[in-house]
């Protein structure tokens, strides 16, 4: 099945700055790459996703960029605040029901 | 809507007894999934429906879970004999099933076996 890796399982960056947490997966069928924000005590959330025709996608601060040769694909968060601080999971799927999750990306952004 | 609703929030039970968890999917949905939130194993799929028939139960840990559909609006999650190892948060989504189509997560039940 589809393995999803996902590094750093822990940032912490200043307020203002960027934040860039890296997946890789291994199935090359996969083409659909949500993002998940999950805050403290709270339910996963949908905060952006691509799909393999697409190389990126911006929303706001947050963006996502893909790289299907070396299937790897990344989120950016810009100018960071401190409500950008929680986990964040990306996950690969190939179009169908399931979804494959990272381990997890810890951000706390310091005031 | 409401979005996804799951009951109970928190269950803090003994070793043996059994735990039923409940979700009511957002209405429109077709497909329901049972997922279970670790620190060890992360987010795990445990079973999926679709138009209330089990689809894929492959994460499903062990016999002593079950999980039914008994209609669009209803689906449980059992343990019967619940184990230490089984505490964890157990969370429901819904989504309309269709490429690319995001899953709506409920709040969690947080379940704790003594």
């Known amino acids: 099945g589809e393995n999803v890796e996902q590094h750093p399982s822990t940032l912490s960056v200043q307020e203002g700055d960027s934040a860039v947490i890296k997946c890789t997966y291994s199935?090359?069928?996969?083409?659909?790459f949500p993002w998940y924000k999950q805050e403290l005590g709270k339910r996963p959330q949908l905060i952006i996703d691509?799909?393999?025709?697409?190389g990126e996608k911006k929303d706001q601060r947050i963006a996502v960029t893909l790289n299907k040769t070396a299937k790897h694909f990344s989120l950016h968060i810009t100018e960071t605040q401190p409500e950008d601080s929680a986990v964040y999971f990306c996950?690969?799927?190939?179009?169908?029901?399931?979804?494959?999750f990272g381990a997890g990306t810890t951000v706390t952004v310091r005031a | 809507d409401a979005g996804v609703i799951q009951s109970p929030r928190h269950e803090v039970t003994e070793m043996g007894q059994e735990v039923t968890l409940r979700c009511k999917p957002i209405?429109?949905?077709?497909?329901l999934f049972w997922y279970r939130q670790t620190m060890m194993r992360g987010l795990e799929l445990l079973i999926y429906f679709n138009n209330n028939v089990p689809i894929d139960d492959s994460g499903m840990p062990e016999d002593r879970f079950s999980a039914k559909m008994p209609n669009a609006s209803f689906s449980t999650l059992k343990i019967q004999p619940s184990e230490p190892r089984d505490s964890a948060v157990y969370f429901c989504a819904s989504s309309f099933l269709g490429p690319y189509n995001e899953q709506f997560f409920g709040p969690g039940t947080r379940l704790t076996v003594l």
């Open positions: 996950a690969a799927s190939k179009g169908d029901y399931k979804l494959s």
């Open positions: 691509i799909r393999s025709n697409v």
């Open positions: 209405s429109g949905h077709n497909s």
């Open positions: 199935d090359s069928a996969s083409n659909y």
